[in-house]
């Protein structure tokens, strides 16, 4: 076991030491309460801002707790942001898979489906942004499953519906699936949601690695599968390559 | 040999991006920074174009790390900018007189009112296709000439050069003080107000009109045309196609036919029609411009309906009222509420562009009561970047005299799945988004790939347009109406707000 980690220790200070007080401190009244060189301090409350742990005040220079503080249960990333960021690399996977290309966030105990891209070839299709997807017979719902811990233990007290002859229904085959999910970083679903039917996906991470949504794939299983409803490689690759491009997206400020 | 690509400088009001293309017009890498804009008085705009070109110094070579790609393999560069935006620059040193004005600036409006009663005016729109306004390049070009002690000496000397942001970053790339040749081409040209919209080319009537120095200007060439190579940032790369913005729109939407329509999403927003070589002049507001020149060839028209306040009234939202975080936030805030509660935005912070060019008007909020929250607000900036589209496509199906069935879109605003519905609805028609949101830098990329043969002819081009989404109309006919006729009403409450007195800096008196 590795000891404290020294740098996490002064964040918690500096968070503390701005919960008290005036909630308004300057870099060197910081620096100068935790006993930190200027240097020090300031790299740790910039890291902070990153998070949205600590806001600077744009005219003072002073710094105060951040409001993402106060909601840290609640969702962390706005839908709808998530789609601007990403709509450049769903399309590139629509044009590069062939397919249709979804992502999903977790709302409810359901996938909320926050942006949906048309299979290039032009044919009549129904724009399904707003829809809810289940999580146990999606490749969506399987990344967001296995990816928190919270959301599983909920899924399990409820039952999991049979939709098709495949849909995993017994939760320890789940958990096996999802360990599976986890150990490879993409997962699948072939023919469980809807007959016919196969998707992967993967994980959309912001930086620190927390999951926040999926993106996937989803079409015809003799085309999205090889055989023995193995998806194929070429395209678990176009999607773990969008989930990584989308990532680090999150990851530029703007 | 090696995998060849093409790359898009995407100069763009809010943020510059580099994107690599392939051959079949997907996406290989984006690197995107966005720039300050400067708001020193009310009604100024203001952008350094030295932040500008160090932000290309940045994204160009992060564009070919990213792509895991050298600079040998990008065939050709395409650059396409915000339009009208200019800078003026000693030829000598580089270094600019003073910022770039940018083409939501309104500093000249007493300017371009005592220009429109001068002997000539009737003509100016004959010559150019535009209306006189502060919108355009010249007069603030010409306010810039009065205002900076010896500039027009200089200028006529031949010391300092005047560009739009495509020659700004032509000349930089190809060498600055060094050589660096001073081009733009016909599109961008066709926003100044001084190109002779019939010939293309600097038109002396026009010139003397605003009195400005032919030899400050570049010269002007089609939007398909080899430059040179690039010397700086990434050294060795075919500069091949230069266009507006909203042009490079029109031809990454592959809208190649007469007829064919687009509107993109932006800061502000811009309805685009192709008319092939027809010159059509509109009778309700909207303006002739040069759609694109392939090179050698005789350029193909364009009638447009501007609106100068969409995009940038939701960063407003944001950063002066900071009612929300960032841009995307606006629906979800719109979608804390079912409808607009009976208020009604009017974001005429430039004035008012197509189809009223009212440049006295001013924005307000109206049908304010006590239920009004902010989802109501945020509702209402939404829904007016649809009735501005609404007011645009009906002036050009008034000059057409026909309906067209569906709205090709794109443009960061694309985004929002709220507004793209709302659209739809108010219009009555499906809104149709490609595969490549990011149609300016595709569109770009096309006009450079089509000049160095990278690829073969338009039909080609075609073939990679793809629907990436669809909206259709879901509204109630007459509760359509309703809201049309309440946002007429809001308009008209704009109109004559400003007059001279209120232009007058506030803080001087
Ligand atoms: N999801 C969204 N909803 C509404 N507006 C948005 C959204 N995402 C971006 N925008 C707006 O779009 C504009 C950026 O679009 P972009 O096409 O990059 O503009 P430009 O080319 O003019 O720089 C900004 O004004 C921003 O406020
Ligand atoms: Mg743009």
Redesign the interface.
């Known amino acids: 076991m590795p000891g404290p980690i020294q740098s996490i220790e002064r964040a918690a200070a500096m968070l503390r030491l701005l919960a008290r007080g005036s909630g308004h401190h300057g870099l060197a009244e910081i620096a100068a309460a935790l006993g930190l060189a200027k240097g020090t301090a300031h790299g740790i409350l910039r890291t902070l801002q990153r998070v949205e742990f600590v806001e600077q005040d744009q005219s003072t220079g002073r710094y105060r707790l951040g409001a993402a503080l106060l909601h840290l249960g609640t969702s962390y990333l ?4 998530l ?2 960021r990403s ?3 769903a ?2 996977l ?3 898979s062939g397919h249709e290309v979804r992502i999903g966030m977790h709302l409810d105990g359901a996938v909320l489906v926050v942006h ?3 299979r ?3 044919t009549m ?1 129904t ?1 399904g ?2 829809g809810m997807l289940p999580l146990h017979a999606t490749a969506l719902g399987k990344v967001l499953l296995a990816y928190d811990a919270g959301l599983l233990a909920t899924i399990r007290r409820a039952e999991l519906t049979s939709l098709t002859r495949r849909t995993i229904v017994r939760p320890s085959a789940l958990e096996r699936v999802l360990a599976e999910v986890r150990a490879a970083g993409w997962a699948s679903e072939a023919e469980e949601y809807m007959p016919g039917e196969a998707g992967i996906a993967a994980p959309i991470r912001m930086p620190g690695g927390l999951v926040v949504g999926a993106i996937g794939i989803s079409g015809a299983v003799d085309r999205i599968c090889q055989t023995a409803n193995r998806p194929r490689q070429a395209l678990v690759d176009h999607v773990c390559h969008a989930a990584e491009a989308v990532s680090r ?1 999150l990851a ?1 400020d ?1 | 040999m090696a995998q060849r690509f093409v790359m898009a400088i995407d100069q763009g009001t809010t943020s510059t991006r580099c994107i690599v293309f392939d051959s079949n017009a997907r996406l290989v890498s984006v690197a995107q920074r966005e720039h300050r804009r400067y708001s020193p008085r009310p009604g100024w705009v203001e952008q350094d174009a030295v932040e500008i070109w160090r932000n290309v110094d940045r994204i160009m070579p992060q564009a070919l790390r990213d792509a895991g790609i050298g600079a040998d393999q990008v065939v050709a560069l395409g650059i396409t900018n915000q339009r009208e935006t200019f800078v003026v620059w000693d030829r000598h040193t580089g270094a600019p007189v003073g910022r770039a004005i940018v083409w939501e600036d309104i500093r000249t409006e007493e300017l371009v009112a005592e220009m429109a009663s001068r002997p000539g005016a009737d003509e100016v729109r004959d010559r150019c296709g535009l209306p006189l306004a502060t919108y355009f390049s010249a007069p603030s070009l010409r306010w810039l000439l009065d205002d900076v002690p010896d500039l027009r000496d200089r200028a006529e000397r031949g010391d300092v050069l005047f560009g739009t942001m495509d020659t700004w970053l032509i000349w930089n790339l190809t060498g600055g003080v060094n050589g660096g040749l001073h081009v733009t081409d016909v599109t961008n040209a066709s926003r100044t107000m001084l190109m002779n919209i019939m010939t293309q080319q600097w038109d002396p009537e026009l010139l003397s009109f605003f009195d400005i120095p032919r030899r400050m200007l570049p010269e002007i060439r089609p939007t398909t045309e080899i430059h040179g190579r690039t010397t700086r940032v990434v050294p060795g790369i075919e500069i091949a196609a230069a266009l507006g913005d909203q042009h490079a729109a029109l031809f990454g939407q592959t809208c190649f036919a007469e007829g064919e329509t687009k509107c993109t999403y932006g800061t502000g927003s811009f309805l685009l029609m192709n008319t092939g070589t027809k010159l059509i002049r509109s009778e309700h507001g909207l303006l002739t411009t040069i759609g694109y020149q392939l090179g050698g060839e005789p350029v193909t028209y364009a009638l447009e309906g501007s609106i100068a306040v969409t995009g940038s009234l939701v960063q407003w939202f944001r950063d002066n009222l900071g009612l929300i975080h960032s841009a995307p936030e606006i629906e979800t805030l719109a979608r804390t509420v079912k409808d607009n509660g009976g208020c009604y935005i009017v974001p005429a912070f430039s004035g008012l562009f197509a189809p009223h060019w009212h440049s006295e008007a001013r924005g307000l909020i109206v049908g304010l009561t006590s239920y009004i929250t902010k989802g109501h607000l945020a509702r209402a900036v939404l829904e007016a970047t649809a009735w501005q589209t609404r007011e645009v496509v009906d002036a050009m199906n008034a000059d057409l005299g026909e309906r067209a069935g569906v709205l090709r879109v794109d443009g960061g605003m694309t985004a929002d799945h709220l507004l793209m519905q709302i659209i739809a609805d108010v219009l009555d028609v499906s809104v149709m988004r490609p595969m490549v949101a990011e149609t300016v830098s595709l569109g770009a990329a096309y006009a450079a790939g089509l000049a160095v043969g990278y690829w073969p002819d338009l039909a080609g081009l075609r073939r990679n347009w793809h629907l990436a989404a669809r909206w259709t109309p879901q509204m109630d006919p007459r509760h359509r109406d309703e809201e049309y006729a309440n946002w007429k009403r809001a308009v008209e409450l704009t109109f004559g707000w400003a007059t001279p007195r209120h232009t007058v800096d506030s803080g001087q008196f």
């Not at chain 1, 706005?78 to 942001?81: G, I, K, L, M, T």
Request: glycine letters at 4%; zero cysteines.
């Open positions: 706005d839908a709808n942001e789609r601007s709509i450049n690399w399309d590139t629509a044009a590069r949906h891209v048309f290039p070839d032009d299709q724009l942004i707003g997206s530029t703007n």
